[in-house]
């Protein structure tokens, strides 16, 4: 799911702020409550009858929902991701033998947890592919990786945009396609997204392979 405000600030006036976490009535954390629902729901019917789905047939005879932990206000972020000056050209390995995607560091996402602050990598991989788009590629590991979620990391969406104000929120974090099924190549979240903290929000491990 791909949220973002319609808000710019420049970056120096934004890096020396004070992060204020926004504040949310009753009437506000009801309805993304509600609007994740209706996601999970949503996400849930396809997985079980969708041509794409990534379930194996045999997983998709049996499946009934996927595990997700409940929905957490304190786990959504607003904030603008910090361009980087100069574009290094990377290289983003999938979990397959020989997956190797191009990319450069596209910047990074500051939030502020339990009074720790925190900064993921933003990466933007590029198409290999005539007709292909390049993406911008979230993806992290936590302190319940390979515990209570999925242990090659999850996922967040998020869509590059002129306005640069967006919205990361932990609760839709989800398990790549190969957490499903090994026929899938997975891309590995960069090791600076190692968050040293256990995010308890989005997507559970799906089942023991």
Not at 43 to 55: I, N, Q, V
Not at 71 to 91: A, C, L, M, N
Request: charged share 25%.
């Amino acid at each position: 799911m791909k949220l973002i405000s319609i808000l710019l600030f420049p970056l120096l006036f934004i890096a020396c702020q004070k992060y204020n976490p926004p504040r949310y009535s009753a009437q506000q954390i009801d309805s993304l409550k509600h609007t994740f629902q209706t996601y999970l729901i949503s996400t849930e019917h396809d997985f079980k009858t969708a041509d794409w789905s990534p379930l194996t047939a045999e997983d998709r005879k049996t499946f009934t929902h996927l595990h997700y932990y409940p929905y957490d206000i304190t786990w959504r972020f607003e904030g603008p991701i910090h361009r980087y000056t100069r574009v290094d050209s990377i290289k983003i390995r999938g979990s397959k033998a020989g997956d190797v995607r191009p990319a450069v560091r596209y910047g990074y996402f500051e939030f502020e947890k339990d009074g720790q602050k925190f900064r993921l990598q933003i990466i933007k991989i590029l198409p290999t592919e005539p007709g292909r788009k390049a993406h911008l590629f979230l993806g992290f590991w936590d302190e319940t990786s390979d515990v209570e979620t999925y242990g090659g990391g999850r996922y967040i969406d998020i869509e590059e945009h002129k306005q640069n104000r967006y919205i990361v929120d932990f609760n839709y974090a989800y398990n790549p396609y190969c957490a499903y099924s090994d026929r899938y190549s997975c891309a590995i979240p960069p090791f600076e997204n190692r968050l040293k903290i256990a995010v308890r929000a989005g997507e559970k491990i799906y089942k023991e392979h």
